[in-house]
């Protein structure tokens, strides 16, 4: 028995599962029975780490789903094996975080170094439009891409997703199959890199 298998099994009685502070909230239409009760009792820390959502929006639970899912699509319809399905499943994460979780700041400084624009080392906007830019040198944006990739696998390790390293698998090798809009950070990031540089040009 695991927590999610309690979950999922207080879930199949009706009950709905909230987290409030430390605490697990419990709803259901008629009294649980005891074996339900018993069993979210002895897995409430678990369960409420699970369920509890981060400062993103998601629980661990949603990115567990998340994970599942991708992992299911590259492996039933993409034709993968489990363990392949399981790397691309936990790319698709990591990518998904940095979404969920982007840093912005204030232009004139450079977010990595601090530093200031220099004529030969221009400020650049990075990210997704909605979500505000951070500003970056071009020459210090990759080591701060590489800071932000090791801090999603870090969360989400730290929510229980993780891919054991079967082989090493080389990073374009790792992102060849993602879905179009999921490389969207890096994507947008080279885009404006572009127009940036147009204007600057111009
Ligand atoms: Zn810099």
Same mark, same amino acid.
């Given at each position: 028995?695991?927590?999610?298998?309690v979950v999922k099994e207080a879930r199949a009685a009706?009950?709905?599962?909230?987290?409030?502070?430390n605490d697990l909230v419990l709803e259901a239409p008629v009294p649980p029975a005891a074996a339900v009760l018993d069993a979210l009792s002895r897995y409430k820390a678990e369960i409420v780490t699970l369920l509890r959502h981060g400062p993103d929006g998601w629980s661990a639970e949603d990115w567990q789903v998340l994970f599942d899912e991708r992992a299911g699509i590259v492996e039933f319809d993409g034709g993968q094996s489990r363990p392949q399905a399981d790397v691309q499943a936990f790319a698709c994460c990591i990518v998904d975080w940095l979404n969920r979780n982007p840093e912005r700041s204030p232009a004139g400084r450079c977010l990595a170094c601090g530093d200031r624009e220099h004529a030969h080392n221009p400020l650049l906007p990075y990210g997704a439009e909605p979500s505000g830019h951070a500003w970056l040198h071009s020459r210090c944006w990759s080591a701060w891409y590489e800071a932000r990739q090791a801090k999603a696998v870090s969360a989400l390790k730290a929510m229980g997703i993780s891919v054991p390293v079967v082989r090493r698998i080389k990073r374009e090798e790792q992102f060849k199959h993602l879905p179009s809009d999921a490389t969207r950070e890096t994507r947008t990031s080279k %885009?404006?890199?572009?127009?940036?540089?147009?204007? %600057?040009?111009?």
């Open positions: 028995m695991s927590a999610a298998n009706g009950i709905q599962l909230g987290v409030d502070d %885009n404006q890199f572009a127009s940036q540089r147009q204007i %600057n040009g111009g």
